[in-house]
């Protein structure tokens, strides 16, 4: 990764965070009737960011996706608690090999994770650290701030010969992940909506026909992927109203 790529996504990163904390609709799909009713009755719904989801960069490709969900039944209080359980989270994400709290002050944690994403006979292993900030606006409103600071592509991983290669001298699959949640309690649940913004390398012309499959469709069936996983553990037993154990 160029210290041109490194800046452009920056600077992409430093645009939206200056926007989208102030924009209205809070929970953007409030715009769009016809979307807000399919989420509320179930569906996740994903649609692109900026540039129908893709920018180029000097180097790079910039990732914008955004899904929205509805968790029926359960509070703003629980579905913060669950999402903060990144201990967890490992049990609930299949891409996700490990999962860990390195620190934990009041809304503001320190993670780590270690991702592993497989798509076409083409599967990368990722020793990832983040930082992230929870802020609550009212007793309904809250939103979360996700941001890389270091992803090391691990080589070899699971044999003896394990070891990480230099941070940004690799395949490039994945340099920067950050992730934004909203949540919105009304409705009798939570609206949630995540917008998911990763760079990865360009695609070389000689290798399109491998890469670009895998560059352009991981962002969008992870986020899916997480979505519905996210709500598969928040799911409430009707009967009682109780958030299930798997929580």
Known sequence: ?????????????SNFEAHRFKSTPFIRVDDNP????????????IVPGPSNGETKVKGGLIHDWIGDVFFPGVTLDQVLSAVQDYNRQKTIYPDIKDSRIKGHSG??????LRIMKSKMMITDVLNTDHTIHFERLDVTRAYCS???????EVSDPGTPREHELPVGKDRGMLWR???????????????????SITLTRDIPALMGKILGPVLHGVPVESLRASLERTKQ????KETTGAVKAAL
């Open 107 to 112: 809304d503001d944690f320190t993670v780590y």
């Open 1 to 13: 990764m160029t210290d041109e790529t490194r800046t452009a996504f920056d600077q992409y990163i």
């Open 146 to 152: 996700s941001h890389s600071t270091r992803i090391a």
């Open 177 to 195: 992940m950050n992730g934004y949640w909203f949540f919105e309690e009304r409705d009798g649940g939570v609206y949630a909506e995540f917008e």
């Open 233 to 236: 553990a928040l799911a409430v």
């Open 34 to 45: 016809h979307l807000l009713q399919d989420v509320k009755t179930g569906q996740v719904a």
